[in-house]
């Protein structure tokens, strides 16, 4: 399915407890393959640093529930700087979309200071909008988002079933790659945030292992979650 231009994805979240974390995982190492990005059993780390304007248009429209709401962020992985992302996920009702351009280590420098002079010049729409984001909008970095995603994909359909463990905020700096860094787990108890996310359809082999009717289904932000997590620390 496409709108405005983008390949739209289903997506479902589910907090789930510690026991069902278990139990599914276990299910699924026998139906599906890690992602291929995965270092060991456990998955692989992201870290993300999120941007929002200076009213939190990103912040306040997924509280209010904006039909049509985009986050811009950049992402890095096992706290690497070999890979380094601008993305821009956009949430149309049900539906997801995600944008995504490469970013040096200098220009994510630059960014992290409110200069996004680097983006202008760009032959990509993402990194034109997102400098305009910056420069016209204010768009500045709010939080850092940290966890360890577990994931399992299958082909047709493209699929991915998700665990996201030990949701952090960065409570003390906007710098992805701060050695100082310190981290607060931001979703309390025995919790696994699980997302499946596929195309157009989802298997029945796969949807009767994950039995998504079985769960409640959440609209949960990590963003959010976080952006309240480091609140307590900085009245903003």
């Not at 992402?75 to 995504?100: F, P, V």
Request: with cysteine; charged share 30%.
């Amino acid at each position: 399915m496409e709108f405005q231009g983008r390949k739209l994805r289903n997506e479902y979240k589910y907090y789930i407890h510690l026991h069902e974390y278990m139990t599914l995982r276990h299910r699924l190492t026998k139906i599906m393959n890690m992602d291929e990005y995965s270092i060991d059993g456990e998955g692989y780390g992201i870290r993300s640093l999120y941007f929002d304007g200076y009213q939190n248009h990103s912040l306040y429209d997924k509280n209010n529930g904006v039909f049509k709401r985009d986050k811009y962020r950049i992402r890095i992985y096992n706290g690497q700087d070999d890979r380094i992302t601008l993305e821009r996920k956009s949430k149309y009702g049900d539906y997801i979309a995600k944008e995504g351009a490469a970013l040096s280590r200098k220009e994510y420098e630059a960014l992290l200071v409110g200069d996004a002079q680097c983006l202008k010049d760009k032959d990509n729409l993402l990194c034109n909008e997102f400098y305009h984001a910056v420069t016209n909008r204010a768009f500045r970095p709010t939080v850092i988002v940290d966890y360890t995603r577990e994931a399992y994909v299958y082909p047709h359909g493209n699929v991915r079933v998700t665990f996201d463990k030990r949701v952090s905020a960065g409570v003390n700096t906007i710098d992805l790659f701060d050695d100082n860094l310190a981290l607060e787990e931001a979703i309390s108890g025995p919790i696994t945030v699980m997302e499946v996310k596929f195309d157009s359809y989802l298997p029945d082999f796969v949807r009767k292992v994950v039995q998504p009717d079985h769960y409640v289904r959440s609209a949960i932000s990590k963003y959010v979650i976080c952006r309240e997590s480091k609140y307590k620390h900085h009245k903003e």
